[in-house]
């Protein structure tokens, strides 16, 4: 069931902000979403009928939420120590991760919450495990990684990428990967931690696509670190992407090979983490007000 069972019916604060790209058709559009009563908000995930799943912080801590149709629904693993959302598939099954104390060690777990029913989602003999997006089909991929020591710290030589079938069948990319996005004809798309053999050294985070199999390595234009974190069905890929210097984070869009830069007018930095089979992106900012979430429609309106 869900964890907390608190609910809230409110309306969402709306502002509209212009936005600044490379190349742009569109007059794309921002929503900012906060969960009420929060000190930080975090849009995680998105599907076509608009919902949106995240976490937010409060007093007690973090929890993972779901907004659909203008209401609020907070949850928690039972007996976390925090929860997030991370991604929603067409028919509002959603997938995240928990924290966990067995008394020894911290630990991150995953979980599929459907119908209200909480289930538990794990790579076999892996220690940590986070789900981040659920495909239409019940495709989940993520990452799985060991701790350096018992309080949690990531051994990142541990850290693989994985995509688990409905069947629970998992495979999983090369070390020091983490699979951030799938769509319906299985393409994946995530990032690695380091420099790709054959790759110039000077970039520290690169981006891949998996399709048929097959890796393809990308950065945005001059990039220093670029950050993939989710793939529609038409092909869009979106994540982040910042220079050496500053190391402020901007959003992008790459399609059919061509790059747009946004960013949240009046963000320090900006976090695109999900999108719709629409092309409507879902993430968050830091502001001096702290975290925000926030949808962005490049659709025109009707």
């Excluded at 790209?21 to 930080?40: E, H, L, M, Q």
């Excluded at 409060?58 to 039972?78: C, E, K, M, V, Y």
């Excluded at 120590?81 to 028919?91: D, E």
């Excluded at 029913?117 to 799985?144: L, R």
Aim: aromatic residues 14%.
């Amino acid at each position: 069931m869900l964890g907390s069972k608190r609910y809230w019916f409110i309306s969402i604060v709306v502002c509209l902000f212009a936005f600044t790209s490379i190349a742009v058709a569109k007059t794309p559009r921002f929503t900012t979403i906060d969960y009420p009563g929060a000190i930080n908000t975090y849009i995680l995930g998105t599907n076509p009928a608009g919902d949106v799943v995240g976490a937010y912080d409060d007093l007690l801590g973090q929890h993972g939420f779901a907004l659909r149709n203008g209401t609020f629904i907070s949850f928690d693993w039972p007996g976390a120590l925090w929860t997030n959302a991370y991604g929603v598939n067409p028919r509002g099954d959603i997938v995240g991760q928990y924290g966990w104390f067995d008394g020894i060690a911290y630990t991150t777990q995953g979980f599929l919450l459907r119908d209200g029913i909480f289930y538990t989602v794990a790579v076999p003999g892996q220690q940590n495990n986070t789900p981040f997006k659920i495909g239409p089909d019940g495709t989940i991929v993520g990452c799985n990684h060991h701790n350096v020591n018992n309080l949690g710290g990531t051994d990142l030589n541990s850290m693989m990428g994985f995509s688990m079938d409905v069947a629970g069948v998992t495979n999983q990319t090369m070390s020091r990967s983490m699979n951030l996005g799938v769509n319906p004809a299985g393409d994946v798309v995530g990032y690695y931690f380091g420099t790709p053999s054959g790759a110039p050294s000077s970039r520290a985070e690169w981006s891949y696509l998996i399709r048929n199999g097959e890796f393809s390595w990308f950065q945005f234009p001059g990039a220093f670190a670029t950050l993939a974190t989710d793939i529609s069905p038409t092909g869009m890929i979106v994540g982040r992407y910042r220079l050496a210097t500053p190391a402020t984070l901007h959003g992008f869009v790459m399609e059919n090979g061509e790059f747009e830069s946004f960013d949240v007018p009046g963000a320090t930095h900006t976090y695109p983490f999900s999108v719709s089979a629409t092309g409507d992106i879902a993430g968050y900012y830091l502001a001096s007000t702290g975290y925000h979430g926030f949808l962005l429609s490049r659709r025109e309106p009707e």
